[in-house]
């Protein structure tokens, strides 16, 4: 059973500092990562995408990879009150034709 | 460009009922995805459709199913319902989902079912 885990949360920080969301995957064949964020009562928007190793940065956010570890990360920066939300973890399929979602971290950003 | 839509919103039905719901993706986008969503499970992968062919089907049973059209719109079908079917039925589209990377897919807003 290929598996995403994320801790649940909540995780909470006050404005302006740093959020470290987390996400550990069992498929070594996926190839594909992605986060969303999804806020209460809407649907998931997708917030980054990270293929290669190493990371990669979009304005205040940065993902960050490690296929060996079988880990991914998403670093936002200057957290904001409007940051505060659920964040969710996927992974593609080897086929590619799916997405494995985590459970979803939830995010409290304190004014 | 006009994102993904679902049709309808919100649904209510009694239990052994049947209901359909219906997805429209980004116009372009021949891959259809279909999620289901519930607290305690979260997002899971129901099937995924391009061209009109099913290509992968998740760990649901068979009361589950859907179809896609020629314009790529798609719908999903449950038949007789049950409590534990309630949840938000999420649609999501991408250009192909192929190519061994998976293509970013977009959401739509989602069907929110009811089953009492």
């Known amino acids: 059973q290929k598996e995403v885990e994320q801790n649940s949360g909540p995780l909470s920080v006050p404005e302006g500092a740093i959020a470290?969301?987390?996400?550990?995957?069992?498929?070594?064949?996926?190839?594909?990562?992605?986060?969303?964020?999804?806020?209460?009562?809407?649907?998931?928007?997708?917030i980054m995408f990270i293929y290669s190793n190493g990371d990669k940065e979009d304005g205040r956010f940065t993902a960050q990879l490690n296929k060996a570890s079988q880990y991914v990360s998403l670093l936002i920066r200057d957290s904001q009150p409007s940051d505060s939300a659920t964040y969710l973890c996927a992974v593609n399929n080897q086929a590619g034709t799916a997405l494995i979602f985590g459970k979803g971290t939830t995010l409290s950003v304190s004014s | 460009k006009a994102g993904v839509t679902q049709t309808p919103r919100y649904l209510i039905k009694t239990r052994g009922q049947q209901v359909?719901?219906?997805?429209?993706?980004?116009?372009?986008?021949?891959?259809?995805?279909?999620?289901?969503q519930?607290?305690?499970?979260?997002?899971?992968?129901?099937?995924?459709?391009?061209?009109?062919?099913?290509?992968?089907?998740?760990?649901f049973p068979g009361r589950f199913s859907g179809r896609q059209f020629s314009n790529s719109r798609s719908e999903m079908n449950v038949s007789t319902l049950?409590?534990?079917?309630?949840?938000?039925?999420?649609?999501?589209?991408?250009?192909?989902?192929?190519?061994?990377?998976?293509?970013?897919?977009?959401?739509?807003?989602?069907?929110?079912?009811?089953?009492?």
């Open chain 1, 20 to 46: 470290s969301l987390n996400c550990t995957y069992s498929d070594r064949g996926s190839q594909s990562f992605f986060w969303y964020r999804q806020y209460s009562g809407k649907s998931p928007e997708l």
């Open chain 2, 82 to 116: 049950e409590l534990g079917d309630s949840a938000l039925y999420l649609c999501a589209s991408s250009l192909t989902g192929t190519g061994g990377y998976q293509e970013t897919q977009y959401f739509g807003p989602g069907t929110r079912l009811l089953v009492l």
């Open chain 2, 20 to 36: 359909t719901l219906s997805c429209s993706p980004i116009s372009g986008h021949r891959s259809v995805s279909w999620y289901q």
């Open chain 2, 38 to 59: 519930t607290p305690g499970q979260g997002l899971q992968f129901l099937f995924e459709y391009f061209s009109e062919t099913q290509r992968n089907k998740g760990n």
